[in-house]
């Protein structure tokens, strides 16, 4: 494979981890240096609107420490919104978000939200920032990102993730012709959500994937091995 795909690592259940204490450690600033020294091309991050893990000064460190690029998860909360415009990370991607869900549970809706969707994205690009739309494989979904100025779409791959057998294959088309659909309307196509050691392959596999990113699966093996060794395992899987 002469493209080499990018893996954002998302570190948020590192914080998880230390607010279940609400102390001070394990600290997400090293796990992103660990995880950059393991070979992640970016780090990941969710800033919610409840604070469950990232918290405001992790932001703000990691935008001061990290070398390679910062992707913030976000919601078109006006004031998340805002708050992202101020610190500047390279990428901003738009998710839904609900504060009764333990995860993300699928993809923003575009086409029911299109008008605070819009503001956020214009927003967030006056200020220089990158912006990538989190959407479940619709057709309707990607053409409306497209409409708005989105400038990558991260496909939702919770149903994929799920499924087995010949579903997980049905899901994988599905995957594959919206991504087919992202690059013919000029956006970078990036995926994530389930992502792990076992299931990453075929995902990388899709044509003109761009960015994985991953977080659950690698903190998760990183608690045995280490987050750098967890994510040259993701890495090399993904290389395949």
Do not use: W
Not at 22 to 29: A, G, L, M, Q, S
Not at 91 to 119: I, M, N
Not at 153 to 177: F, K
Not at 200 to 224: D, F, K, Q, T, Y
């Amino acid at each position: 494979m002469s493209r080499m795909i990018e893996l954002g690592v998302n570190i948020d259940h590192v914080a998880t981890l230390r607010q279940a204490r609400k102390t001070y450690e394990p600290d997400p600033v090293a796990a992103a240096v660990l995880a950059e020294l393991g070979g992640a091309d970016g780090i990941t991050i969710h800033l919610r609107e409840d604070r469950r893990h990232i918290q405001d000064r992790d932001l703000r460190v990691l935008r001061e420490t990290v070398a390679v690029k910062l992707n913030l998860e976000l919601s078109v909360s006006a004031p998340i919104v805002e708050l992202a415009c101020q610190t500047r990370p390279e990428q901003a991607t738009l998710v839904p978000e609900k504060r009764e869900e333990v995860t993300t549970e699928g993809g923003l809706d575009v086409c029911t939200h299109r008008k605070s969707v819009e503001t956020a994205i214009n927003a967030l690009k006056s200020a220089g920032i990158f912006v990538s739309l989190f959407l479940d494989p619709d057709p309707e979904q990607i053409e409306a990102a497209q409409q708005l100025g989105a400038d990558a779409v991260e496909l939702h791959t919770g149903q994929y993730a799920l499924a087995r057998g010949s579903a997980a294959q049905s899901e994988l088309v599905a995957l594959t012709e919206a991504g087919r659909r992202i690059r013919s309307l000029g956006m970078q196509l990036h995926a994530g959500h389930g992502l792990n050691y076992q299931n990453v392959i075929p995902v990388a596999r899709i044509p003109e994937m761009h960015e994985l990113n991953i977080g659950h699966a690698i903190v998760s093996r990183a608690v045995l091995v280490g987050m750098e060794r967890a994510v040259r395992e993701m890495k090399a899987l993904m290389r395949r």
